[in-house]
């Protein structure tokens, strides 16, 4: 295995262990101890870490999600998604 192919091993491996999933919505927390909710700029990176890395399907799912919650009528699209319940998770929308 090359240098190559073991960093994108690492790499997925952690976005992996910080995957979230809400229902359909998956998204990777930047911290799930800490910052276990979604932001724009961090999904948008992890998508494109995951797409060089090989996972392709893994890349698409994150930017769905953060489409997945734009408001239909004006196209905003907020850059943190922090809705909890009182026992702290992420609700679904």
């Known amino acids: 295995m090359n ?3 073991k960093r994108h091993r690492s790499a997925l491996e952690l976005l992996n262990n910080h995957k979230k999933t809400i229902g359909e919505k998956t998204f990777v927390s930047p911290n799930p101890d800490h910052y276990p909710h979604a932001f724009l700029w961090d999904s948008c ?3 494109i870490v ?4 090989g996972d392709l399907l893994g890349a698409e799912k994150e930017i769905k999600t ?7 009528e004006t196209g905003f699209i907020s850059n943190m998604k922090f809705d909890k319940k009182e ?3 992420l609700k679904e929308d």
């Open 3 to 5: 240098a190559e192919t």
């Open 45 to 47: 990176f992890h998508a």
């Open 50 to 53: 995951m797409a060089r890395a």
């Open 66 to 72: 953060v489409f997945s919650w734009q408001d239909k």
């Open 87 to 89: 026992d702290g998770t």
